[in-house]
């Protein structure tokens, strides 16, 4: 009986009872000795079964309409798909049974979606604001301290401000990551790509950076490389490189060494930043992309990083519609490689 329809049952049954009817009618005659009337029984037999078919199928109708009708209509309400139709000449048993199924399977993933979701928010609130309450909290101690007397020495005075000005920056950059953020998963963030020689801003770049590098003892260097270039967005791709380096200058170690490396992959560049710094934990590597998570909580706030560095990186870099990947081993060092479509005249025909 299973995948049948209403029909099929109705009919099944009501030809059971017809020949039964007619066995019945044909083992009287024989009794009777009146045999030879068995045409009547064949009759008697086909009208019992129509008469039952109908009976039946109205009777599993009805059923259907006040038992399987009211659930299929729930659910197709809940849907926003409107009143149902039930078709008798299907499998309704079977097809509302795959309605109910695909329903819980939607609730199921929705209700994961909305805890997920939930989660997230408690977590980004609670990382935004302790976030801007720590350089707040110091900016407020480095006042209260001037306003107390500190002023009156210009030693304590300047120092005190410096570290101010610092806290400050550092809420900046919160900002403008924030802002970035914002403006990348909103679809407001627009790429201006050109024809770039990425080995020469790489370089740029670096030089830009010497001064910070040298402070943490760290060299950063760039591979000696022919010539490539390729069709990007200068501005959000030297976003990309700094916040690289930058990582593997406050993850290094003394006396460390980071080095940009290019690899020509046809109609692709491959740029890798690789470091021998402190590495990331397997455990790790596949939440650095999120935001305001952190490898090492108290070393990158201790260098300013804003937690968001690394998820700007992602999505700057899909938005060139190309891919990032990351390989490390702790107490090793980490490589971050990402691919750049080459400059050529259908690429540039894009911009």
């Known amino acids: 009986m299973n995948n049948l329809t209403p029909q099929q049952i109705a009919r099944r049954s009501a030809i059971k009872l017809g020949i039964i009817s007619v066995v019945t009618a044909l083992i009287i005659l024989f009794a009777v000795q009146a045999l030879h ?27 259907i309409n006040q038992r399987i009708k009211v659930l ?22 079977g097809k509302v049974n795959k309605d109910v199924m695909d329903w819980a399977s939607e609730q199921i993933e929705e209700v994961t979606l909305l805890r997920e979701t939930d989660s997230f928010r408690k977590d980004f609130i609670g990382n935004l604001a302790h976030e801007l309450k720590t350089p707040l909290f110091n900016i407020q101690g480095f006042i209260m301290t001037l306003i107390e007397g500190g002023a009156d020495n210009p030693e304590i005075r300047d120092k005190f401000l410096r570290k101010a000005e610092k806290n400050i920056d550092r809420m900046t950059g919160l900002l403008e990551d924030l802002d970035s953020i914002y403006k990348i998963e909103s679809g407001g963030m627009s790429l201006d790509p050109h024809p770039t020689n990425i080995v020469e801003l790489c370089r740029e770049i670096v030089d830009s950076l010497h001064k910070k590098a040298d402070k943490s ?47 020509d ?18 455990k790790d590597l596949m939440r650095i992309y999120e935001r305001f998570y952190r490898v090492d909580k108290s070393r990158s706030r201790d260098a300013g990083g804003s937690g968001l560095g690394l998820a700007i990186v992602k999505h700057i870099i899909e938005a060139h519609g190309q891919n990032i990947h990351v390989r490390s081993t702790y107490g090793q060092g980490t490589t971050f490689s990402f691919t750049l479509q080459k400059a050529t ?5 894009l911009t």
């Open 37 to 63: 009337y068995w045409f009547y029984a064949i009759a008697l037999g086909v009208l019992i079964e129509e008469i039952s078919f109908f009976v039946i199928y109205h009777a599993v109708e009805e059923f």
């Open 72 to 93: 299929y209509k729930t659910i197709s309400k809940m849907k926003g798909s409107g009143d149902p139709h039930i078709n008798m000449d299907e499998d309704v048993v």
């Open 217 to 263: 003892n760290i060299t950063l260097s760039v591979s000696d490389s022919e010539q490539y270039t390729v069709h990007c967005d200068v501005n959000k791709i030297e976003q990309v490189v700094t916040n690289l380096l930058v990582n593997s200058i406050n993850y290094g170690n003394d006396g460390g060494h980071t080095r940009i490396k290019f690899f």
């Open 265 to 282: 992959m046809e109609d692709k560049v491959l740029i890798e930043v690789s470091d021998n710094g402190i590495g990331i934990k397997k």
């Open 345 to 349: 005249p259908e690429a540039n025909n």
